[in-house]
């Protein structure tokens, strides 16, 4: 039956718009939300491990009450200031991985199309 634009409704593939534009765009997302979701915890645990030793000086700061007790909190800074360098830099560290994981996942996935796409390109030709 033809409808009011002359288009045989049933004769329209569905599995081809889906295998075309819907199964990719919906493999993209989920990929994209998974890194959404990676990034987040990763900027989270960083926040949380940041805080904690912000907080954790703060205390020891606050226990100081002799000049003695001062020269040793300050002596435990250079301890902080190392320890804190190393967190940031393997926190950029693990941001860069996620970044990269990303990038070689959308690529794997965007030939993967292409492929997919082409293939059924050729099949509709030959029909």
Not at 26 to 41: G, I
Not at 58 to 64: A, D, F, M
Not at 103 to 119: D, I, M, P, R, W
Request: charged residues 25%; aromatic residues 8%; proline residues 1%.
């Amino acid at each position: 039956m033809l409808n009011a634009f002359n288009f045989d409704t049933k004769a329209f593939d569905t599995k081809q718009v889906e295998s075309l534009f819907f199964g990719p765009a919906r493999a993209y997302a989920n990929l994209a939300v998974d890194y959404s979701e990676k990034l987040a915890h990763a900027q989270l645990d960083a926040t949380k491990a940041y805080t904690d030793t912000g907080l954790a000086q703060l205390r020891t700061l606050l226990s100081v009450k002799d000049a003695e007790g001062l020269r040793s909190y300050m002596e435990g800074q250079q301890k902080v200031a190392k320890d804190l360098a190393e967190r940031l830099k393997g926190d950029a560290e693990k941001v860069v991985s996620l970044q990269q994981d990303f990038v070689q996942q959308s690529q794997k996935l965007t030939e993967e199309n292409v492929k997919q796409a082409q293939t059924t390109a050729s099949k509709t030709v030959q029909q």
